[in-house]
């Protein structure tokens, strides 16, 4: 009912809703199409099962300024975990890659054209992905696959010091689910921003290499 409140109240009353997709989260995304035709995304991040949207609204304004294209933010209540954002189409590479094989090259060049660009970006104020959080990921692996404490004790022993030479670089701003599926080409866009992106709301800052 509060989320009906919501899109009506934002003026999307009057659209239909048809389930857009989910991921690994709680959070759960619908199409909103108004009877003309006008689309956009509504995004249900319920608060009371841990879900944030602020990160998101924070990290998508921090991208749009920096000329990216992340979704614009039409609508929001925080505190609910409501948003309507825009939406930037089905066009995800990892369809277009199978679809259309010759447009794999070119898809990933425009990809790390953005990378590049958010590179170069001045540096949101972010947690550090660092020595002790790479080691911490690492975690999942042995927790879920291979559950040998003596096995993880060893990789521990060789993949700690690697990791603390990376403390040493200089820190950008990564999405950390930087990936096919999350990746949307928009050609009537110019530059990198033909690249959308989703799913960037855990970003850190890390290492340039980790996206």
């Given at each position: 009912?509060?989320?009906?409140?919501?899109?009506?109240?934002?003026?999307?009353?009057?659209?239909?809703?048809?389930?857009?997709?989910?991921?690994?989260?709680?959070?759960?995304?619908?199409?909103?199409?108004?009877?003309?035709?006008?689309?956009?995304?509504?995004?249900?991040?319920?608060?009371?099962?841990?879900?944030?949207?602020?990160?998101?609204?924070?990290?998508?304004?921090?991208?749009?300024?920096?000329?990216?294209?992340?979704?614009?933010?039409?609508?929001?209540?925080?505190?609910?975990?409501?948003?309507?954002?825009?939406?930037?189409?089905?066009?995800?590479?990892?369809?277009?890659?199978?679809?259309?094989?010759?447009?794999?090259?070119?898809?990933?060049?425009?990809?790390?054209?953005?990378?590049?660009?958010?590179?170069?970006?001045?540096?949101?104020?972010?947690?550090?992905?660092?020595?002790?959080?790479?080691v911490s990921m690492t975690d999942l692996a042995f927790g879920w696959y291979a559950n040998d404490e003596t096995a993880f004790a060893g990789f521990d022993a060789l993949f700690q010091p690697l990791a603390r030479r990376l403390d040493q670089a200089a820190r950008v701003v990564i999405l950390r689910d930087f990936h096919a599926e999350n990746l949307l080409w928009l050609?009537?866009?110019?530059?990198?921003?033909?690249?959308?992106?989703?799913?960037?709301?855990?970003?850190?800052?890390?290492?340039?290499?980790?996206?």
């Open positions: 009912t509060a989320a009906q409140d919501f899109i009506k109240t934002a003026g999307w009353g009057a659209a239909t809703q048809s389930l857009l997709a989910g991921d690994a989260s709680n959070r759960r995304y619908d199409r909103l199409t108004q009877p003309d035709g006008t689309a956009a995304v509504f995004m249900d991040a319920p608060a009371d099962k841990g879900e944030d949207v602020r990160p998101f609204v924070r990290i998508a304004q921090f991208l749009i300024l920096n000329g990216l294209s992340a979704p614009r933010i039409l609508a929001q209540d925080t505190e609910n975990g409501f948003l309507i954002i825009e939406d930037l189409g089905d066009a995800l590479f990892a369809r277009l890659m199978v679809d259309t094989p010759d447009m794999t090259a070119p898809l990933y060049t425009a990809a790390t054209d953005m990378l590049v660009a958010l590179h170069n970006a001045p540096p949101l104020d972010l947690p550090i992905c660092n020595s002790d959080w790479l050609p009537d866009r110019k530059g990198v921003a033909q690249v959308g992106v989703l799913d960037f709301q855990d970003a850190l800052l890390g290492h340039p290499a980790y996206d």
